[in-house]
């Protein structure tokens, strides 16, 4: 005889107790906001005009991930898909060099080594739409092979999509990505993060007969992520799925 016990695997006393694995973004007041950095197991956005530090904060995160336990961090290792074909390795290289010397400093020499994280940053140039929908499907056959993977960056989500001409066709071709994502997701278990990138566009307002900035891919696109993270000019953090609602990192 089913009882609720068999059919409920679980309670949410289990969930309240279950631990979440978080990634240090590099910023104090941030983490701080995300309890502890970007979660495992979710979808997370960052949001802002070019040059305002997404990419940069993709890099830390890759670097993050590879902490040893002992110092926060995961022992993981990262996959990168580059749309943009704006991946700077030196840059990457610059960060690994500062991440070696800290924990040289600190005394524990042996913990981060610069071209062993170099090493550990997997990276794959989408050069289409159809190519990172491609990639994104073989995401398990990754994991797989390498299953110390912890985070997945898409940088940038809105440029691969802006390759489409269709409202109609950049709207499916997005909820595809997004439900492989989940998929993967659910099927690993809060083991792996995606973090994609995404910038402002102007859209025109029939009311007001005004152009206003807006994030890019659509206003339902913030249903589709966990949590976004906004990137402003002066270096200001916000978060919340919308301009109206979110809130200022102090």
């Avoid at 941030?30 to 904060?57: F, R, S, W």
Wanted: net charge positive; aromatic share 8%; with cysteine.
């Amino acid at each position: 005889m089913l009882s609720l016990q068999n059919i409920c695997k679980k309670s949410s006393f289990d969930l309240h107790n279950k631990r979440c694995f978080r990634i240090s973004t590099g910023n104090k007041s941030l983490d701080v906001h995300l309890k502890g950095g970007i979660p495992l197991g979710k979808l997370i956005e960052l949001i802002g005009n070019p040059g305002t530090g997404k990419t940069q904060m993709c890099m830390k995160l890759c670097l993050n991930v590879q902490l040893p336990r002992t110092l926060g961090g995961l022992d993981g290792e990262s996959l990168f898909f580059d749309t943009r074909r704006d991946f700077n390795p030196n840059r990457l290289k610059e960060l690994a060099d500062e991440f070696e010397r800290r924990y040289s400093t600190a005394g524990k020499s042996k913990a981060m080594n610069a071209e062993q994280m170099l090493r550990n940053v997997h990276y794959v140039q989408c050069t289409s739409p159809a190519h990172l929908i491609a990639q994104v499907r073989m995401t398990n056959k990754y994991l797989a092979a390498n299953p110390n993977i912890k985070i997945i960056i898409i940088d940038s989500l809105s440029f691969a999509l802006r390759m489409i001409q269709t409202v109609r066709q950049r709207y499916e071709l997005l909820l595809e990505l997004y439900v492989s994502m989940r998929s993967m997701l659910y099927q690993h278990q809060d083991q792996v993060t995606w973090i994609v990138t995404n910038v402002f566009t102007n859209y025109y307002n029939r009311r007001s007969k005004k152009y206003c900035r807006v994030p890019g891919m659509g206003r339902m696109h913030s249903i589709l992520v966990n949590e976004r993270i906004w990137f402003s000019q002066n270096g200001t953090y916000y978060l919340g799925k919308n301009e109206k609602t979110r809130r200022i990192i102090e």
